[in-house]
């Protein structure tokens, strides 16, 4: 298999400056480890996690629920206009082998419960507030025995992805 | 227009009696007052509700999340087999004129989250537990000022129901 | 099980007075047979067969591409709005027990490639034209051995109807 | 913007080894004009113009029906598990800047369908059979005055690709 690691940022679309710094710190973070960025593909924490990723250059990919191309913000370097709504927050989280939230409303909420039902390992970023905040360190429902991850800095959630998934050796 | 009011109502696919016995109250409260019945189409919460509209002699509809008919529940009376996953909560909330939330784990979750998001109203049992207990009273984000409405009892439900919608004369 | 049969009825968006009258004379002749008229929801012969549907006593189901209910024809009884655009042509196609095809673009195309695939009875009306008339009496790929039924008139239309689903009694 | 033109090959499933051939040459070719190969990431056609990709050291795309990852081929750099079932042809069209067909059963004629209607540019290699064959130098509704672009080789395919996308530059 030939497949990197596929880490999807989730939060706000709408511009808080500090999530936004953390989703960029994290993108590049990804990216320097040869993993492959997965997001919604629009604005906010979405954006600043593809320009991160573009920095380490490395690959963002977007899932955008459009149908139209356009609508990715200018950091994603591969396009899936999925034309499904927000159902694509569904295959946003199957194309995950990790999740990363960062604040967060409904949208973001919405997806957090989908990749639970999928059993994907989730780190919330408490520190950024919003429903990351709220649901890290919890147990969502009786489906699984853990707890989403509760990162309490950028460092920890590298530290959590890092031991999720492999480095990737340069080629 | 000849459409009726449309109300879904989310919940568990697992069995707890007491939640059940609410769906099925409400399932045909609903079928009563002339309205549809919308639902997962599924165990559970799902087909109590399908159930108690029977018994009041209304229509049920399941939107189900397979590609196969089979997987109704028997009370269903029009079956929607996807074949889109858990991509069909984002249907199930459009499809909702109202939303009745009874106990539920992430899949309600999802749900609640989908509801708010395409502003429909949302009604939680908040005496029925699970993520209804949790979320009754609040406000989810910065997207509406308005609260999910607490409701105590199966008839405060029926009254939140009667208040959003019209009750249809018999033709 | 209560379910009665569910027909699917596609076909152009646009408006032709000769396939909307097939459109229509069909859709009643599914409601007063006792079963469920399942179609896009949209104009043209959707529209058509909804509203003899209507005439004929029955329930119309609309299953829309957008996320907003107001988008029906005004003669649907029960309104899907999937929200996930045109994949909902393959949700179409999973609720019928049985397609009809009158006329019809590229959106009929796709429907008839997705009840083939999902091995649904098909009957394409080739007086009608369109893509109906051109895979009538065809055989589409490996997948089955059978062929699109050929119906010559909305009378043989009706027949193949009546041979593969049973007519309900009235309760 | 950043991003590099993505081109759909789109082809039976089963394995057909003269359209294999051509899956893995258009996909080698595909990679090393610096494009991004996207296909549904199963079988035959699909395997084929993925290992091409990875021949030509690309990057290809598989998105996917089911919510497994494991259900790619092994020559797919990204994997987006859709999870919306058959759902998932309409992404794949809108996922593309240009549409190559290459045999086809029903699955690729829906994604032809889809395609037409998306406004993509769509070449049919009529050389390798199947639905590619029949379509090749048709115009299939009103929506769009132009035709099917009617490849009878590779080379013309390439040729037309090439007219119809920029080669990228090495960076």
């Not at 970023?125 to 509760?150: H, K, P, V």
Request: charged share 20%.
């Amino acid at each position: 298999m030939t497949r990197r690691p596929q880490v999807l940022v989730i939060g706000d679309s709408a511009d808080y400056p500090d999530r936004n710094d953390t989703a960029r710190t994290l993108g590049r973070f990804i990216a320097e480890q040869g993993w492959v960025l997965i997001s919604g593909g629009r604005g906010g924490v979405m954006a600043a996690a593809s320009r991160g990723a573009q920095e380490g250059c490395g690959i963002s990919v977007a899932i955008l629920p459009s149908d139209r191309m356009e609508e990715a913000n200018p950091w994603a370097d591969i396009v899936i206009p999925t034309g499904i709504g927000f159902a694509r927050n569904y295959t946003n989280t199957l194309a995950a082998d990790a999740v990363v939230s960062i604040g967060g409303g409904t949208g973001t909420l919405c997806e957090i419960a989908y990749a639970w039902q999928a059993n994907k390992p989730i780190i919330a970023c408490s520190f950024t507030g919003g429903w990351s905040a709220e649901l890290a360190g919890r147990t969502l429902d009786y489906r699984r025995t853990d707890a989403i991850m509760d990162a309490h800095s950028s460092e920890e959630a590298m530290q959590y992805l890092r031991t999720l998934l492999q480095p990737r050796q340069p080629q």
